[in-house]
């Protein structure tokens, strides 16, 4: 009872702390950015699984890849730096490379131009995942280019104008947001906002908490956002080579706020939103995918990256003016593999069969109109009902996979031996050892184009 009442007083008073910052003149009511004077270099980032720790992300060559330059445009997102100043940054570490930046001028060359980089004065709003539990994927319903996800994550943003309020909590004690959320005078862009891009979500399963931490060791204050729910994701599927098909599953988290230049001068400054993931994501991918409860796939690979996402559209102050928006996404791709024994036992195998019987009529002397006809036909008419008993495992697409390709050419070959025995009803007449011959290369030249064909179908 006494440690619930100590929690309850350190969190009121972190409260009265904040709503009792004087409301600024300007009317510029802080969200916990941070006053910047850079180059406003900012690389990619990847997990190192061996040290467990966050690096840079680097090509084949070592170098490191940019994720953007803010003042220098011309640097392209995802070139490979090379050199700071003349000096070759492969085999620098991550802080040495950082010192390089450290500087008010610096020369950065790619692979194809060098350029001037020049420091200039930005807010940085930080935020970061801290974990992202995915709890299940349901349903992957490749026809309908949808899948369904259930989640877990959290989302922190420092608020460094909030670290006397902070010391206040108690160390990772965590109280939370609501009563400041109500308040006109203050402001945490932490709210109540979606993160997981989305075309729907089971309402009666969403859970959000908005809280406020203060980590002692760190002596920083956080607003922490953590929701959790069952989502529907829209993706593009290619099925081109269905039933072995290969997808990525592409789940995307998007910041409160983008990346804006204020070229219009409609913001006291420029200003970045940052948004990376935590070591925990990485770790939780990969525990996903080692306890992942698929039936229909099987998860090959997970990775997570950072990519600008941008868009157009009119502007917030002038709707005349068409801006572009950018945000720094954060990008979880899930790579997932068919299991084929249902499609290759129900369908591949049967249609096959079929076919055998159709093909079987060719061992049957070319004069024997009758029999190799009521096999033939049979055997064709057996194809095309087993083709609806099949026909809602297949999707409908303005395309055709691989299977699609598998089940007419099974059709063109089921019909072959009946057009064949047509016309050697007319060729026995005339030269019966003709048609014996014929009969014979057809048989071993059908064999190996079918053979051939289906290779060519499922490999390509």
Same mark, same amino acid.
């Given at each position: 009872?006494?440690?619930?009442?100590?929690?309850?007083?350190?969190?009121?008073?972190?409260?009265?702390?904040?709503?009792?910052?004087? @409301?600024?003149?300007?009317?510029?009511?802080?969200?916990?950015?941070?006053?910047?004077?850079?180059?406003?270099?900012?690389?990619?980032?990847?997990?190192?699984?061996?040290?467990?720790? $966050? /690096?840079? !992300?680097?090509?084949?060559?070592? @170098?490191?890849?940019?994720?953007?330059?803010?003042?220098? /445009?011309?640097?392209?997102?995802?070139?490979?730096?090379?050199?700071?100043?003349?000096?070759? $940054?492969? /085999?620098?570490?991550?802080?040495?490379?950082?010192?390089?930046?450290?500087?008010?001028?610096?020369? $950065?060359?790619?692979? #194809?131009?060098?350029?001037?980089?020049?420091?200039?004065?930005?807010?940085?709003?930080?935020?970061?995942?801290?974990?992202?539990?995915?709890?299940?994927?349901?349903?992957?319903?490749?026809? %309908?280019?949808?899948?369904? +996800?259930?989640?877990?994550?959290?989302?922190?943003?420092?608020?460094?104008?909030?670290?006397?309020?902070?010391?206040?909590?108690?160390?990772?004690?965590?109280?939370? +947001?609501?009563?400041?959320?109500?308040?006109?005078?203050?402001?945490?862009?932490?709210?109540?906002?979606?993160?997981?891009? #989305?075309?729907?979500?089971?309402?009666? !399963?969403?859970?959000?908490?908005?809280?406020?931490?203060?980590?002692?060791?760190?002596?920083?204050?956080?607003?922490?956002?953590?929701?959790?729910?069952?989502?529907?994701?829209?993706?593009?599927?290619?099925?081109?080579?269905?039933?072995?098909?290969? #997808?990525?599953?592409?789940?995307?988290?998007?910041?409160?706020?983008?990346?804006?230049?204020?070229?219009?001068?409609?913001?006291?400054?420029?200003?970045?939103?940052?948004?990376?993931?935590?070591?925990?994501?990485?770790?939780?991918?990969?525990?996903?995918?080692?306890?992942?409860?698929?039936?229909?796939?099987?998860?090959?690979?997970? %990775?997570?990256?950072?990519?600008?996402?941008?868009? !157009?559209?009119?502007? +917030?102050?002038?709707?005349?003016? $068409?801006?572009?928006?950018? %945000?720094?996404?954060? #990008?979880?791709?899930?790579?997932?593999?068919?299991?084929?024994?249902?499609?290759?036992?129900?369908?591949?195998?049967?249609?096959?069969?079929?076919?055998?019987?159709?093909?079987?009529?060719?061992?049957?002397?070319?004069?024997?109109?009758?029999?190799?006809?009521?096999?033939?036909?049979?055997?064709? +008419?057996?194809?095309?009902?087993?083709?609806?008993?099949?026909? %809602?495992?297949?999707?409908?697409?303005?395309?055709?996979?691989?299977?699609?390709?598998?089940?007419?050419?099974?059709?063109?070959?089921?019909?072959?031996?009946?057009?064949?025995?047509?016309?050697?009803?007319?060729?026995?007449?005339?030269? @019966?050892?003709?048609?014996?011959?014929?009969?014979?290369?057809?048989?071993?030249?059908?064999?190996?184009?079918?053979?051939?064909?289906?290779?060519?179908?499922?490999?390509?």
């Amino acid at each position: 009872m006494c440690s619930q009442q100590l929690v309850a007083s350190e969190c009121e008073n972190f409260e009265n702390k904040v709503l009792s910052i004087p @409301y600024p003149e300007n009317g510029m009511v802080t969200a916990g950015e941070q006053a910047r004077n850079d180059l406003g270099i900012f690389f990619h980032q990847e997990y190192d699984y061996d040290k467990d720790v $966050i /690096k840079i !992300k680097r090509d084949k060559n070592n @170098y490191p890849i940019l994720k953007f330059s803010f003042f220098e /445009k011309n640097l392209e997102p995802s070139s490979s730096i090379i050199k700071i100043d003349e000096q070759d $940054i492969s /085999k620098l570490t991550k802080n040495e490379i950082e010192n390089l930046l450290d500087k008010k001028e610096v020369k $950065i060359s790619t692979l #194809q131009e060098s350029y001037v980089v020049k420091a200039d004065k930005y807010d940085l709003y930080p935020f970061e995942l801290e974990f992202f539990n995915i709890t299940a994927i349901d349903e992957i319903k490749t026809k %309908e280019g949808e899948f369904t +996800l259930d989640y877990n994550f959290q989302v922190s943003h420092e608020r460094p104008d909030w670290i006397e309020a902070g010391r206040e909590i108690g160390n990772f004690t965590y109280c939370s +947001l609501e009563k400041i959320h109500e308040s006109n005078k203050i402001f945490s862009p932490i709210g109540d906002y979606e993160y997981l891009v #989305q075309i729907g979500y089971d309402q009666d !399963k969403s859970f959000a908490a908005y809280e406020q931490s203060y980590y002692a060791d760190l002596d920083k204050t956080y607003s922490l956002a953590t929701r959790s729910g069952v989502a529907r994701i829209k993706s593009d599927f290619n099925l081109k080579k269905f039933p072995f098909d290969e #997808q990525v599953l592409i789940i995307e988290l998007f910041p409160p706020y983008g990346i804006v230049y204020n070229e219009d001068n409609y913001y006291p400054k420029p200003f970045i939103t940052s948004f990376v993931p935590r070591n925990n994501v990485y770790l939780d991918l990969i525990k996903y995918k080692n306890e992942n409860f698929l039936k229909e796939w099987t998860v090959k690979k997970t %990775e997570i990256d950072n990519i600008l996402y941008k868009t !157009k559209s009119a502007s +917030l102050f002038d709707r005349s003016k $068409i801006k572009e928006a950018i %945000e720094d996404r954060i #990008q979880i791709k899930i790579t997932v593999e068919r299991n084929i024994n249902y499609f290759i036992f129900k369908i591949i195998i049967p249609v096959f069969l079929i076919l055998s019987i159709a093909w079987s009529v060719m061992w049957i002397p070319p004069n024997q109109v009758e029999s190799r006809l009521t096999t033939s036909i049979v055997a064709l +008419l057996a194809l095309i009902a087993y083709n609806f008993v099949f026909n %809602e495992d297949i999707p409908k697409l303005s395309y055709l996979t691989s299977l699609d390709r598998y089940i007419l050419l099974s059709y063109l070959f089921c019909a072959i031996p009946t057009f064949l025995t047509i016309y050697f009803s007319r060729l026995t007449k005339k030269d @019966y050892k003709i048609a014996i011959a014929i009969n014979k290369k057809s048989r071993l030249f059908g064999i190996i184009i079918y053979l051939v064909s289906i290779i060519i179908i499922f490999t390509i």
